[in-house]
């Protein structure tokens, strides 16, 4: 199970590359080194499963997560790359991808967002985020969140399966989202939506959520 994550949230000029480089380390190259050191015995004895902890946000990019979204793409563009492979030697892979999950991780990658500065920006992109995303986040946490146990019986279930899946989500919220960004190819429905629910109905959306 490859479950190491850092997360980076904020406005993309506020964020230093060595940041995100280490981010990329932890939660791709993290991954791509574990499965390089179990995935060949795996192979010899024709038998095994590598069960990754993703993120929805690895099937579609959230605003202000560019960067931690970005490595979620690299996981996810990884392991659907490698699983016709693993499956030819009876070696399963499977996706876990959480929404929001209540957990200190969430809690300290806010508070920093809060001290963080911004004068790298323009004053419109740090309001928006300071004053507009923030606030909006932290209702679907309270609301939308699961807690670490719920993941890890989630997990289990993928671990215990006959048949393992690719993907399991563990949040049916979730579920409409990814469907609107299949259900149009040229991704036009999903940034619309998205756009919306951000900047036109940011209030329905946070009573709808409380």
Do not use: W
């Not at 563990?170 to 469907?179: D, E, F, I």
């Amino acid at each position: 199970v490859s479950n190491a994550g850092v997360g980076m949230a904020g406005p993309l000029e506020c964020q230093s590359l060595a940041a995100m480089q280490s981010l990329m380390d932890t939660n791709f190259f993290g991954l791509v080194r574990l499965v390089k050191e179990v995935l060949p015995d795996m192979k010899r004895r024709r038998g095994g499963h590598i069960v990754v902890i993703s993120s929805i946000m690895g099937l579609q990019g959230i605003v202000f997560n560019d960067i931690y979204s970005a490595s979620k793409f690299a996981v996810e563009g990884f392991c659907e790359s490698l699983v016709v492979q693993a499956l030819r030697f009876n070696v399963a892979i499977s996706l876990v991808e959480p929404g929001p999950v209540m957990t200190e991780f969430e809690t300290k990658l806010y508070e920093e967002a809060e001290r963080a500065d911004y004068s790298r920006t323009d004053p419109e992109t740090a309001e928006i985020f300071t004053k507009l995303y923030l606030r909006n986040s932290k209702d679907v946490f309270t609301s939308l969140g699961q807690t670490p146990e719920d993941i890890a019986e989630h997990t289990l279930r993928v671990i215990e399966a006959a048949r393992p899946p690719f993907r399991h989500q563990t949040n049916v919220a979730y579920t409409p989202m990814a469907a609107l960004k299949h259900a149009d190819p040229s991704g036009a429905l999903i940034t619309d939506a998205l756009y919306k629910l951000v900047f036109k109905y940011d209030t329905v959306l946070r009573f709808g959520l409380r």
